[in-house]
Every structure is written in C-alpha cells, then in structure tokens.
C-alpha cells in the first residue's frame, strides 16, 4: 500500500483531505476510511463489533473493504461528517407502562441512533452517502389498512434521563406528553417522528428538539407539536444539523397503541 495511514480523532464536521493519506476515524461501532485517488474521493466503513477496535492490521484490512467512489473534475479537498436521523419514524416502548391522567403531562426521554451523513463540505452541501450507527428492526405501526413501516428502538423510553458518554451515537429526545382527553391515557409503546428534529450537542451528548404529544382521546389523532429551539436541560451547545424534513408544527398523527391491539406487531421482527 503506497497511501501513508493516517488515525485521526473523531470529530463532527469537516475532514480534511491529502494525497498518498489514507485516514481512518471511528465513531462507536462505525470506522470510516477515506482517501484521494487520483481525481476521485474513496469512502469506506465497517460495523463493528464489541471487542473489535483495536486497530490492528490495518493494511490488510483496507486491501479488503469495499470502497465507494466519487470522480470529480478537480480532486475536493474535503467532506463532511454530520449526525441525521434515521429515514423512518421509530417505535419505543418505556421502561415501565405509566399512565397519564386526565389533564396531565409527563415528560419522558427516547435515546434514538444516529445515522452518519456524509457530504461535501461546500455551500450545497451534496449528500454522498449515509451510514446508520446501529441498523434497526422494521416494525409496522397501526393497523393493516393505516399504518406506517417504522423502525424498532431495543432502548427504552425513560421519564429520568442523564448523560451517556459510553454510547455516543444515541441521541436524546425528549418528549412532553399531554393528556388533554377526558379519558386515562396508558403509555405502553409509541411512535416519535424523529425526521423533524434537530439534533444539537451539549458536552458530547447529542440531543433533539422536544416533541410536545397532546392525546385527545384513543378515538381521535394525537397532535405534534416540534418545539423549534434547544431542549430546556441545556445550558450551553452547538446545533449539528438541521431536521431531515420540513415537518408541519401541528401535524396531527397516531402516536400510542396497545401493545395487544395492534394485530400482526411481531410481523417484521
């Protein structure tokens, strides 16, 4: 291998680029390798796993990798790494069923995985690929004939929550559930509609906008609210990226089921 390796520190933004270097940067389970040939941009990555990041033998690893490759006019000089959510909305379960009584509200966490979105690092920002940190379980929310192809978080809704230096690649949202219905509401599982926020950075954690839930009755939609700004808990952060879509502020959505009355839960798991 003629390309001088090169292990940089993982940091979100721009990755800057040399001929005859081959980088490598790793976050979480994900190791990115990315180099310049000739007038093309190489980009490959690996998952991981526990026990596995020891960067040993890295040589002959990269002989065997399956790059993908973008040929420009003029060779760039550098892209970017930036944190999105995933393309799906996501189904939870909290940690234990609670209610909510008429009236009330509860806030409760969801930590999500991020995705890596990888792009050139100029004024258009032009997507070249996207990389999920963790690939998450289909799962199908609602009934057969109104539903929604979802992912499947195995982390679980908590109403506490605190920082995880360990598991970077999660992403806290927090979520304001409002019952403004005259009926008990019983929190078994829900869907949070996560390519509307945006994700921000407070000491290495990442976080999200809050999600402001209102149930108006197991007969009716919930109402969404996206709170546009920075979660209440932080004091000082950084906005990474904006929400993968422009999602409407009073979106109106089923967001809880029965776990027992959704036939077929199990179909895509």
């Not at 806030?107 to 990888?118: F, Q």
């Not at 690939?135 to 195995?154: I, K, P």
């Not at 019983?186 to 390519?195: F, G, P």
């Amino acid at each position: 291998m003629a390309e001088k390796i090169v292990v940089e520190k993982f940091e979100w933004g721009t990755r800057q680029l040399e001929v005859d270097k081959l980088f490598i940067a790793q976050f979480a389970q994900i190791r990115l390798w990315y180099k310049i040939n000739s007038e093309e941009l190489w980009i490959a990555h690996q998952s991981l796993d526990p026990g596995m990041e020891e960067l040993a033998d890295l040589e002959s690893t990269a002989d065997d990798l399956k790059w993908s490759r973008w040929a420009f006019k003029k060779a760039p000089k550098a892209f970017r790494v930036m944190p999105i959510f995933p393309n799906r909305s996501v189904v939870a379960k909290p940690e234990h069923p609670f209610k909510v009584a008429t009236r009330a509200q509860a806030m409760i966490y969801v930590r999500v995985p991020v995705w890596l979105r990888l792009e050139m690092a100029k004024k258009e920002l032009e997507t070249l690929k996207e990389i999920p940190t963790v690939v998450l379980s289909n799962t199908w929310f609602g009934t057969f004939t109104d539903g929604e192809l979802c992912y499947w978080l195995s982390t679980k809704a908590r109403r506490e929550i605190a920082a995880d230096p360990e598991n970077p690649h999660l992403v806290i949202c927090p979520l304001r559930i409002i019952n403004s219905s005259e009926e008990e509401l019983l929190v078994e599982k829900l869907r949070l509609q996560v390519r509307g926020l945006s994700i921000y950075q407070s000491d290495g954690q990442l976080w999200a906008d809050e999600t402001k839930i209102s149930f108006r009755g197991h007969n009716d939609v919930s109402r969404i609210e996206i709170i546009s700004k920075k979660p209440d808990e932080l004091k000082e952060f950084e906005l990474l990226s904006p929400p993968r879509e422009d999602i409407k502020k009073g979106l109106a959505a089923r967001t809880f089921t029965s776990i027992t009355s959704l036939p077929g839960f199990d179909l895509f798991r």
